[in-house]
Nanobody
Framework: QVQLVESGGGLVQPGGSLRLSCAVSGFSLDYYAIAWFRQAPGKEREGVSC????????YYADSVKGRFTVSTDNAKNTVYLQMNSLKPEDTAVYYC???????????????????WGQGTQVTVSS
């Protein structure tokens, strides 16, 4: 049974940091691609980052490049999204998602992903 559970969201001031966690079960991080998406109220869901199944290629949306970093702890079957220099426009529900391989050129396409977590709310506000 494939499961993804996000945690770590909360309220943070602009310029602050949060680290989101995605605990995965039922599949190996060695073979699955994992991505983070987010959806703000009234906006479409957008891709934030992706690591391919080999974890040799990493992609970031331009809006977060240089501020967000994806990492993994394979021993804990957990994927992290470290978010620094947070801005109010980063406010959204953040989801982790997985699929058995991904076309890198289309990492941002949510239709590629088969398994989704429940989401965790991130609010950036003073």
């Amino acid at each position: 049974q494939v499961q993804l559970v996000e945690s770590g969201g909360g309220l943070v001031q602009p310029g602050g940091s949060l680290r989101l966690s995605c605990a995965v079960s039922g599949f190996s991080l060695d073979y699955y691609a994992i991505a983070w998406f987010r959806q703000a109220p009234g906006k479409e869901r957008e891709g934030v980052s992706c690591m391919t199944s080999s974890y040799g290629s990493t992609y970031y949306a331009d809006s977060v490049k240089g501020r967000f970093t994806v990492s993994t702890d394979n021993a804990k079957n957990t994927v992290y999204l470290q978010m620094n220099s947070l801005k109010p426009e980063d406010t959204a529900v953040y989801y982790c998602t997985a699929t058995l391989g991904v076309w890198g050129s289309f990492w941002w396409s949510e239709s590629q992903y088969d398994y989704w977590g429940q989401g965790t709310q991130v609010t950036v506000s003073s």
